[in-house]
T-cell receptor, first 112, second 115 residues
Framework: GENVEQHPSTLSVQEGDSAVIKCTYS??????FPWYKQELGKGPQLIID?????GEKKDQRIAVTLNKTAKHFSLHITETQPEDSAVYFC???????????FGKGTHLIIQP | EAEVAQSPRYKITEKSQAVAFWCDPI?????LYWYRQILGQGPELLVQ????????DSQLPKDRFSAERLKGVDSTLKIQPAELGDSAMYLC?????????????FGPGTRLTVL
């Protein structure tokens, strides 16, 4: 099955700086890579996703890049704000028929 | 904005007791998932429904866990008997159609503590 590894486990950045979270996957057939944000006591919320037919996707301050050859994808957050503090999860297909396999998460801390 | 509803939000039980969690997906969503999230880890799929049918329950510990979606709308996940290792967040998600590239929308989860 799919194996997703995520780094770092904790990331602390100054407000206004950029943050980058990286994930690798094992199944070369995977074609969909979502990123979820989970705030304390809440369920994961989709923030951006990318499909294998594109290499990059942007939505305001958030972007995701995909390198299918190397089997890794990254989340980029620019101009970080206090409300960006949360746990971020990457995922890829492989958790069952249509389920997702998630990384272990990155705790992003925005320092004022 | 439509959301996935789950109840209860928190449940404390003693080992060997039975517990049940309820999920109401976004209206019209055909696919429903139950995931388990152990503290400090990502969610792991337990079971997937397409309408009222189970599509995948390969990761569901069937000796103690059961899930149903009788009318293809809301769903119940049951654990009997609960064990200490079952302490986790149980998340329900739904998507409009079947397919891994279809966005999965998660509910707030039920936090289970087994004493």
């Amino acid at each position: 099955g799919e194996n997703v590894e995520q780094h770092p486990s904790t990331l602390s950045v100054q407000e206004g700086d950029s943050a980058v979270i990286k994930c690798t996957y094992s199944d070369s057939a995977s074609n969909y890579f979502p990123w979820y944000k989970q705030e304390l006591g809440k369920g994961p919320q989709l923030i951006i996703d990318i499909r294998s037919n594109v290499g990059e996707k942007k939505d305001q301050r958030i972007a995701v890049t995909l390198n299918k050859t190397a089997k890794h994808f990254s989340l980029h957050i620019t101009e970080t704000q206090p409300e960006d503090s949360a746990v971020y999860f990457c995922a890829a297909p492989g958790g069952g028929a249509d389920g997702l396999t998630f990384g272990k998460g990155t705790h992003l801390i925005i320092q004022p | 904005e439509a959301e996935v509803a789950q109840s209860p939000r928190y449940k404390i039980t003693e080992k060997s007791q039975a517990v049940a969690f309820w999920c109401d997906p976004i209206s019209g969503h055909a696919t429903l998932y139950w995931y388990r999230q152990i503290l400090g880890q990502g969610p792991e799929l337990l079971v997937q429904f397409q309408d009222e049918s189970v599509v995948d329950d390969s990761q569901l510990p069937k000796d103690r866990f059961s899930a149903e979606r009788l009318k293809g709308v809301d769903s119940t996940l049951k654990i009997q008997p609960a064990e200490l290792g079952d302490s986790a967040m149980y998340l329900c998600a739904s998507s409009p159609m079947r397919g891994v590239t279809d966005t999965q929308y998660f509910g707030p989860g039920t936090r289970l503590t087994v004493l």
